[in-house]
């Protein structure tokens, strides 16, 4: 294990070049965090932190360095330790399952906790998916608030993912609803990477003066960025491929007429990265040392692959292929080690998934150029 990784919502050093590079983000955070020794992250040994876990989703840590994490079908939210702990905080309310992909998923944690105490979640409700917000303190959820709603919900493609950017909005991925339709129709908030501000009002540099950041994505789940500020997102294809963007303001990734590099792409942003969907259905994505980890619950496997200076994604890795089922989540911790949650079956048996522990050890020159 390493020292904190760089986290770049909390990092002044590399933003000037995410400018130019992506056009994603113009003013850090206050905090900051300190930089990782250099180093290549290479995933070892697995331990179970938690097993009899029911659909874990979201994952975030706390400043003590706790886990947190959600359960999609039961709505919990739990607190974690490393040495295994697990304390129930509540129930994120209003929260309801469609039957498949939709219920309590993304989870984030405020920049500015330690002095707000916000977690943000970003879940299915009666009128739709929703992006709320409570407050924790003393180990107990309070004050539900609707950040931001008006994001149709389906059995499936409902997104989920919640990250905070190095420009301190908070960027979700929402799928389409199951109505391909939507994804390139800009005033819809289906299909697409959203951009807002942490009280859910809409930043005035956001491309279509709406919430939406990025467009023609089918169902995006992964979202993490680099140390140049860049935005990567993993991508639920149909049946021909699965896909890694670099996400651009205002981009259009192709959906329903494009899928990966397949179809009518003229026009679209190509992907960085494409797997068959046999090996690949990604979830959920984590970027150290400008190394992407990317989570696959079809292919049942963690993929990590290297950033290199012309923001591609070369020299793929794959880890624990078929060995612990269908991995969900994976998420660096402040030691700078994964907690990785699994999904260990497409009918979703109650009680049956686990948040695991891998030990990532550094070693060689930093990826970082």
Not at 227 to 252: I, P, T
Request: aromatic content about 8%; overall charge neutral.
């Amino acid at each position: 294990m390493s020292p904190t990784r760089l986290h770049p919502s909390r990092t002044l050093g590399f933003l000037a070049a995410a400018a130019s590079a992506a056009a994603l983000c113009t003013a850090p955070t206050a905090d900051a965090a300190p930089v990782p020794p250099p180093g290549t992250p290479t995933p070892g040994a697995v331990t179970t932190l938690v097993s009899g876990a029911d659909v874990p989703w979201g994952l975030a840590f706390l400043p003590d360095g706790s886990g947190i994490y959600t359960e999609r079908n039961t709505f919990n939210v739990y607190r974690l330790t490393k040495s295994g702990q697990r304390t129930l905080l509540g129930k994120v309310p209003f929260s309801q399952t469609t039957g498949l992909e939709g219920g309590l998923m993304g989870l984030e944690v405020s920049p500015t906790f330690a002095t707000d105490h916000y977690l943000y979640f970003l879940h299915t409700s009666t009128d739709g998916n929703r992006i709320a917000r409570m407050t924790l303190e003393n180990n107990t959820l309070s004050g539900y608030t609707v950040v931001l709603r008006g994001m149709a919900k389906n059995r499936a493609h409902n997104g989920g993912r919640l990250r905070f950017g190095p420009d301190g909005k908070l960027y979700a991925t929402m799928g389409d609803a199951q109505n391909g339709s939507l994804a390139q129709n800009r005033t819809s908030l289906n299909g697409k990477i959203l951009r807002i501000n942490p009280d859910g009002s809409i930043p005035s540099d956001n491309p279509f003066g709406n919430a939406v950041w990025s467009l023609g994505h089918r169902n995006p789940q992964g979202l993490d960025f680099d140390s140049q500020g860049r935005l990567w997102a993993a991508e639920f294809g149909n049946n021909v491929m699965d896909e890694v963007n670099l996400v651009q303001k205002g981009g259009n990734y192709g959906w329903p007429s494009c899928e990966g590099t397949n179809g009518s792409c003229s026009g679209s942003i190509p992907p960085k990265k494409t797997w068959p969907v046999s090996s690949g259905s990604p979830s959920g994505v984590t970027v150290i040392n400008d190394h992407v980890f990317v989570a696959t619950t079809r292919g049942q496997r963690l993929y990590r692959l290297r950033i290199d200076a012309g923001a591609n994604l070369v020299d793929e890795r794959t880890y624990y292929a078929g060995t612990y089922g269908r991995l969900r989540t994976p998420e660096v911790d402040p030691d700078g080690d994964i907690w990785l949650t699994t999904t260990a079956d497409r009918d979703n048996t109650p009680n049956n998934d686990r948040v695991l522990l891998v030990d990532v050890q550094y070693a060689g020159p930093s990826a970082r150029r």
